[in-house]
């Protein structure tokens, strides 16, 4: 559905070889994929035609897309891992990811994309830092909550 929302987007139409190329498969299993999609009522296909979403298929292709684009972001903004690959697991993800732990995950990036006045905070950089070298920066907050309870 995601390829198909695609497709329409960059060539105005969606063709089964075109969906078969974007997503490295055969055309037969496309038409076999469509086949279920056009059961459920998400697609429109007659043979040899071009490929349609129906309302309900561009409900749930933006839906996708709206969580792809999310998988994509945490995974280059705050695991920094590079576009192509981010691109490809976040493909893989959002078949998989639960309602509640995409609504737990947009959150968390809402939160962490947040950060006033910096454009990564401390906690995402000592990660980093954590990540190349496997040692942990000293914590602030910790420190800091230490020399409270001394002085007390």
Request: hydrophobic fraction near 40%; aromatic fraction near 8%.
């Amino acid at each position: 559905m995601e390829a198909i929302a695609v497709l329409k987007r960059r060539n105005g139409v969606a063709r089964v070889r075109d969906i078969g190329k974007l997503m490295k498969v055969k055309a037969s299993s496309v038409t076999s994929a469509l086949n279920v999609l056009s059961k459920h009522g998400l697609v429109n296909h007659e043979r040899y035609g071009y490929v349609d979403l129906t309302e309900n298929g561009e409900k749930l292709a933006k839906r996708i897309q709206g969580w792809h684009d999310v998988l994509v972001k945490f995974l280059t903004e705050i695991l920094s891992i590079d576009h192509e690959t981010a691109g490809k697991d976040a493909c893989r993800m959002e078949h998989a990811i639960s309602l509640p732990t995409f609504q737990k995950l947009t959150r968390f990036m809402d939160f962490a994309t947040t950060c006033p006045g910096r454009a990564r905070p401390d906690w995402l950089k000592g990660f980093d830092y954590y990540f190349k070298t496997g040692k942990r920066l000293k914590c602030k907050i910790r420190k800091t909550k230490e020399k409270l309870k001394a002085a007390e």
